[in-house]
């Protein structure tokens, strides 16, 4: 008698093999762990006690033998090191662009054009009729030819001008980005991890521009008591610091490396989570964590001015609530006539990629 069979529900794995699964745990926990690999897997054996990422057949230490074989970690055997190599630092950057716009809203991805139309690089994907003052390299003659063989007929070839359709290209912004992560104390304070999103914008929006738009420049500034510049292959690995939030000494140094960049179009997006808190005076540091200090916040506007007569625009990344903050960055934001955004940590991502969109619109 026909009847029906049951039997245990088991949840797809999308397709993925079992080395796949244990990858994408692999390389968010690099996010984490400052790119330390050792680290990694030591959680991952941790997390598998619970979750259970391996199986009988694929275990944690055919994972590791398998990251080793495919290039992913080094090992030093003189040492007993473990390190992750070229080709993990450009898969977490990889990742990250993927998890982060790839969530934006449909229609901005790769979105990179200005509002004026012309003789770009980037060809649309629709055309339209022909009309006077058109150039002749405009024209689109797959699509002219066929109209005209609608219009006329196959048999007797006459191309008009109502026949003449047009593809128009957009004209495409070249800018210097240089993008101010801060790494002082707080960025870990109070049990929140700000750090790693900050982390992992960076890696998304270089791996963006290094893909999509080559022709564009972007420079990471790291800053705490001091500033100083971090190669993108360097961020997977960054921590922060014992520091005190030195903000005028991430600006004076993006500052200087945007007076070099020949791109016309140059920004400054700085991610932090708190106020300014320093300065350095000669060899000495001038330091005040209690409340907004009007010597380092009054230097902090002068710079946001001064950027301002270069036409370098400021985004600020407030990633933090705290109401006594906000009057300091909207003057900083108004010396510059700038912009500013109070972003949490799950949004930081999308605010970050939606104006860099917007913002390579609007510099011409």
């Known amino acids: 008698m026909p009847g029906f069979s049951f039997s245990k529900f088991t949840p797809s794995n999308s ?17 984490y762990t400052n790119g330390d690999a050792e680290e990694a897997l030591s959680w991952m054996t941790q997390l598998d006690k619970e979750y259970q990422f391996s ?56 979105n990179h054009s200005t509002f004026k139309s012309g003789m770009g690089d980037e060809i649309n994907p ?46 495409k912004t070249q800018t210097s980005t240089v993008l101010m992560i801060d790494i002082s104390h707080s960025m870990i304070l109070y049990g929140e991890d700000r750090i790693t999103p900050a982390k992992k914008v960076a890696m998304a929006l270089a791996e963006l521009i290094k893909t999509k738009y080559a022709k564009d420049t972007l420079d990471i500034v790291v800053f705490g008591n001091d500033a100083w510049t971090i190669e993108i292959k360097d961020l997977p690995y960054l921590q922060v610091g014992p520091y005190h939030t030195n903000t005028v000494a991430g600006l004076e140094l993006a500052m200087d490396i945007l007076r070099r960049r020949k791109n016309p179009n140059k920004q400054i997006f700085m991610i932090t989570d708190g106020k300014p808190t320093c300065l350095k005076e000669g060899k000495k540091y001038y ?65 970050v990629f939606d104006d860099f969109e917007k913002g390579k619109k609007k510099l011409l």
């Open 126 to 171: 629709e055309t339209r009729p022909y009309q006077f003052g058109d150039m002749l390299d405009q024209v689109d003659f797959v699509s002219s030819i066929r109209n005209s063989q609608i219009n006329s007929g196959i048999d007797q070839f006459n191309l008009r001008e109502d026949d003449l359709e047009i593809r128009e290209t957009d004209f």
């Open 55 to 110: 199986t009988p057949q694929y275990g944690i230490g055919d994972f590791i033998e398998d990251l080793k074989q495919k290039g992913y970690i080094d090992e030093d055997n003189q040492k007993g090191e473990i390190k992750i190599t070229p080709k993990t630092e450009q898969n977490i950057r990889k990742r990250s662009l993927e998890d982060i716009f790839g969530k934006l809203k449909k229609g901005r991805k790769g």
């Open 287 to 351: 330091k005040n964590a209690f409340g907004l200090d009007r010597k380092i916040t009054g230097k902090c506007l002068n710079l946001a001015a001064q950027c301002k007569k270069l036409k370098i625009k400021i985004t600020t990344f407030m990633i933090t609530s705290d109401p006594y903050l906000q009057s300091f960055v909207r003057a900083f934001t108004e010396s510059n006539n700038g912009r500013a955004f109070y972003a949490s940590l799950d949004q930081l991502g999308s605010f």
């Open 15 to 31: 397709g993925k093999s079992d080395f796949d699964r244990m990858l994408d745990a692999f390389m968010q926990l690099l996010s």
